[in-house]
């Protein structure tokens, strides 16, 4: 999912979502895709895809392994 698209789904502006995106990036739950400058929000069409530990936190996921949730976020990037 792109942030644009993702600020569509809540009805938001991209801008309304950076502070959010920035702190689950800090946090280690979120990964912004494609090239930013620091400080700055990440443009429309940068993609955002969960991390191993966001991953975990779902139960169908918990008992996973990392390279499993590896391949699995693997193949969600491949379908953006």
């Given at each position: 999912?792109?942030?644009?698209?993702?600020?569509?789904?809540?009805?938001?502006?991209?801008?309304?979502?950076?502070?959010?995106?920035?702190?689950?990036?800090?946090?280690?739950?979120?990964?912004?895709?494609?090239?930013?400058?620091?400080?700055?929000?990440?443009?429309?069409?940068?993609?955002?895809?969960?991390?191993?530990?966001?991953?975990?936190?779902?139960?169908?996921?918990?008992d996973?392994?990392?390279?499993?949730?590896?391949?699995?976020?693997?193949?969600?990037a491949g379908?953006?």
């Open positions: 999912m792109t942030v644009g698209k993702a600020a569509k789904c809540l009805a938001k502006t991209p801008g309304q979502l950076a502070a959010t995106f920035q702190r689950l990036g800090e946090q280690g739950l979120l990964k912004l895709a494609g090239n930013r400058k620091p400080g700055e929000p990440a443009p429309i069409n940068c993609q955002l895809l969960p991390t191993v530990a966001a991953m975990k936190t779902l139960p169908a996921f918990q996973a392994s990392e390279a499993e949730i590896e391949a699995e976020l693997a193949a969600l379908r953006e």
